[in-house]
């Protein structure tokens, strides 16, 4: 197994295929928008359906409400990052049926069955990350959820409520639009300069986010407009839907940048029918590093460590500690792969250490119009089972040794 993921890496880390340098990396700024979506959907609202059969003396008849109310308000500059949601569900469903039994000789009527259930669900969440002085410097962060479920019949309830704060030093920068704007602009001929590929960055990235909703059914309209005022090429509109949407053009991931954080967070979860009565009340603290690299124009590096411990006194709230890595390529413009490993350690208390340990290799290749394949390879090795909440540590369950291989091979190719 280990033969076979160092022959995937040598093999990924070979294939140079972009002569653009990484100025484009370095020149990208942060861009600066803010965006508020507020709807009330529901594919079914209200739904009513009778049917009545005088042969077998039956009659049913439901209804159904179900409704979704959603918000979010996003908010980016150099110095601040935000996220607020707010969403709201409720569903309702009453099914009644009116039958009728006969107990022959004695009397025979009819008998109604009446069912009704209902489901409420409320959820708020806001995540804010503030850089002092510099972008890229010191950052404080806060985060808030909070969830409320209410069901009848029952009549129970349960909430969940999330509270992290922490800061840190710098910042990882995701640069995948860049890519994607380069691609479009050697793929339509456009030839943009580097200020035009980094304007261009700016929209795909604020389209990615979400930005685009705010402009309701247009959205698509509107994110393409913006596009040929920057390409002027618009008899390649469908092109660019391509590069962007389709799963001829492969992208990896592409970030920079290093990052340094503590973090102490919060979790309750009360109310009834709560299975997890030992962890109702969590604290958790967390000491992270990442760093991120593209390594030319093509490949991309990142490895991170976490430190986490719950504060709680139990037997297995214990300490962990986590190593992650990842090295990505694209190869050409549609072929990409990937390359990952992960390993965790826990530290138990009155025993030795258990340890869980993951690695993947994954390449996907596509001949436009003709040929796609893929190919996925993993190994896991298992000691250990977390059980997260809220980041707040949760408890881990130890669990006999196991280790397993799994791949995946697929293609398609159109014969005509």
Do not use: C
């Not at 993921?5 to 990484?22: D, R, W």
């Not at 795909?204 to 685009?212: A, H, L, Q, T």
């Amino acid at each position: 197994m280990k033969t076979i993921f160092l022959l995937a890496f040598i093999s990924i880390i070979n294939f140079p295929v972009f002569s653009q340098s990484t100025k484009l990396f370095d020149d990208y700024k942060i861009p600066t928008y803010s965006f508020n979506t507020l709807q009330l959907a529901s594919q079914d609202f209200l739904k009513y359906l009778k049917v009545k059969s005088d042969e077998i003396h039956q009659d049913d008849e439901s209804i159904n409400v179900n409704f979704n109310l959603y918000d979010r308000f996003v908010r980016q500059s150099p110095f601040y990052t935000g996220i607020s949601e707010v969403k709201l569900n409720y569903f309702y469903n009453m099914e009644k049926r009116n039958e009728f039994y006969s107990n022959y000789p004695k009397e025979s009527t009819y008998k109604e069955r009446k069912d009704e259930r209902s489901q409420m669900f409320f959820y708020i969440n806001s995540m804010n990350d503030f850089y002092i002085n510099n972008e890229r410097g010191i950052f404080l962060s806060g985060n808030f959820s909070w969830s409320y479920n209410y069901y009848t019949p029952m009549k129970n309830f349960i909430t969940e409520t999330g509270i992290t704060v922490g800061g840190g030093y710098g910042r990882i920068v995701g640069l995948r639009s860049v890519v994607q704007a380069y691609i479009i602009s050697k793929e339509t001929g456009s030839n943009l300069s580097d200020s035009d590929i980094q304007k261009l960055s700016e929209i795909i990235e604020k389209w990615s986010n979400g930005y685009y909703s705010k402009y309701k059914d247009n959205s698509d309209i509107e994110f393409y407009k913006d596009i040929i005022s920057i390409t002027q090429k618009p008899e390649q509109i469908t092109k660019i839907q391509q590069i962007l949407n389709s799963q001829i053009y492969k992208t990896a991931e592409r970030m920079d940048g290093m990052k340094v954080n503590a973090t102490l967070g919060y979790a309750n979860i009360g109310g009834d029918n709560f299975f997890f009565s030992e962890a109702r009340d969590l604290v958790n603290i967390s000491l992270k590093a990442e760093y991120a690299k593209p390594i030319g124009f093509d490949k991309q590096a990142y490895v991170s460590a976490e430190y986490s411990k719950n504060l709680d006194d139990k037997e297995n709230s214990v300490p962990r500690l986590k190593l992650s890595g990842r090295f990505s390529i694209d190869h050409n413009l549609t072929w990409s792969s990937s390359l990952n490993v992960e390993y965790t350690t826990a530290y138990l208390k009155n025993t030795s250490n258990r340890a869980n340990f993951k690695a993947g290799f994954s390449t996907n290749f596509t001949i436009i119009n003709a040929l796609t394949a893929y190919g996925t390879v993993s190994y896991v090795k298992q000691q250990f089972h977390d059980s997260q909440i809220y980041n707040s540590g949760g408890a881990l369950t130890i669990s006999p040794e196991s280790e397993w291989t799994e791949l995946h091979l697929g293609l398609r190719y159109y014969i005509l």
